[in-house]
């Protein structure tokens, strides 16, 4: 069976950046931009121009160095906005306006104060006005994961009859369960007249957690692109993780998706987003933490340094970590301890291992984590000279 191609959304340099603190200036922008497109995301969100002359300039700026990614700016579904939004693009090799409006009774009645049939038509016109400026024109309803299905197939239409060639479902409070989403996905796909001929988007919030099981979910039902970001930033809870969502899709292939993305750059690029943005990685997240492939129980070492894959469903090395880290504490082994101690030029025979493991619990239980340094020191002054290896 052929895989089905999954188009990545990368919204970083905007709803990433959203994260209090995180603000980036254009020289910032326009280095991740160059990595992303290395990277082999197929859209790069760039920012949303009309808010600031400092967003307008970076987007203005990427178009300029991104060659072949699709280079995207987001818009409220205002002329304005749209406008702004035309000009900072105006030199890309291929742009995309990415404009839209909220679709949930919530939005519609209390932040935009309107009817039904008022946002129907703000939407058409919206999309039919950006698409003035470029071919490729993205609808999004904000909070579709909180608005009524056959009330939000109407809106969707009206977008593809004025011209959309991408719809964006986003759970924008990251409320739905991934089977609801998915159902919505499904729904759409079966009910929009003219949505087969145009790119069904997710994007999913992380509020409850469930923003990589979300957009899985919405590609299992037909959608063809996911909407994420480098580490997962982004605003309140943060988004879908790329490196999640595209690690899922090429460790599963059950599945039957692939992507772009060429993910020995994975770690780079957490690391890059990480180091610009001054928001540190949490250790344990998934892919790219500090600890995603650190092994600190015995049980665990053990199986590890006798075959990797006992406890590793992914090999380090394709998503750009150099290998799996063994480390020790009171919790380790003697098979770990004779791991590491040979690393460090100890080839220990059993009886010598015994002795050594019992002096080492006892530093082990003081400490963290036993180093490099110390258990040189220990090895050294608990064995005989000569030793080594």
């Not at 818009?75 to 306006?97: C, F, G, M, Q, T």
């Not at 909220?102 to 104060?113: A, E, F, M, N, P």
């Not at 750059?265 to 540190?280: A, E, F, Q």
């Amino acid at each position: 069976m052929i895989n089905k191609r999954i188009h990545i959304f990368d919204t970083t340099l905007r709803d990433g950046e959203q994260v209090p603190g995180c603000k980036l200036n254009t020289e910032q922008k326009v280095e991740i931009a160059k990595e992303l497109e290395r990277l082999g995301v197929d859209v790069i969100e760039a920012g949303f121009p009309v808010s600031s002359l400092g967003d307008f300039k970076s987007v203005q700026e990427i178009t300029q160095i991104v060659q072949e990614t699709i280079v995207c700016g987001l818009s409220r579904a205002v002329e304005n906005d749209i406008k702004v939004a035309a000009e900072s693009l105006r030199h890309a090799r291929r742009p995309r306006i990415h404009t839209g409006i909220g679709t949930s009774d919530i939005h519609v009645k209390y932040k935009l104060r309107t009817t039904r049939e008022k946002i129907i038509e703000r939407a058409a016109a919206a999309v039919k006005y950006a698409k003035s400026f470029v071919e490729d024109v993205e609808f999004y309803a904000e909070d579709a994961g909180r608005t009524e299905n056959e009330y939000l197939a109407r809106v969707l239409e009206a977008a593809v009859a004025a011209g959309a060639t991408v719809l964006n479902i986003p759970d924008t409070t990251g409320y739905c369960l991934p089977e609801e989403y998915g159902k919505k996905i499904k729904y759409l796909r079966e009910n929009v007249k003219g949505i087969h001929k145009v790119i069904l988007s997710t994007h999913c919030h992380n509020d409850l957690g469930l923003a990589t099981a979300n957009s899985i979910a919405g590609i299992q039902n037909g959608a063809t692109q996911i909407e994420c970001t480098i580490n997962g930033i982004g605003e309140r809870a943060g988004n879908t993780s790329l490196e999640e969502v595209v690690m899922i899709m090429r460790q599963q292939a059950s599945l039957n998706f692939e992507t772009n993305i060429n993910t020995k750059l994975l770690n780079h690029m957490s690391r890059l987003v990480s180091d610009n943005m001054g928001v540190p990685v949490q250790p344990n997240k998934a892919i790219v933490g500090a600890n995603a492939f650190a092994h600190s129980s015995g049980i665990h070492q053990d199986g590890v340094i006798k075959k990797r894959e006992t406890y590793e469903i992914i090999n380090p090395a394709d998503v750009g970590v150099d290998n799996s880290i063994i480390v020790l504490t009171a919790r380790s082994g003697r098979a770990a301890l004779a791991y590491k101690a040979k690393q460090v030029g100890y080839d220990l025979t059993k009886a010598e291992l015994d002795v050594i493991y019992q002096k080492f619990l006892i530093l082990a239980d003081r400490k963290k984590e036993v180093n490099k340094i110390e258990l040189t020191h220990l090895l050294e002054t608990n064995l005989r000279k000569g030793l080594r290896a």
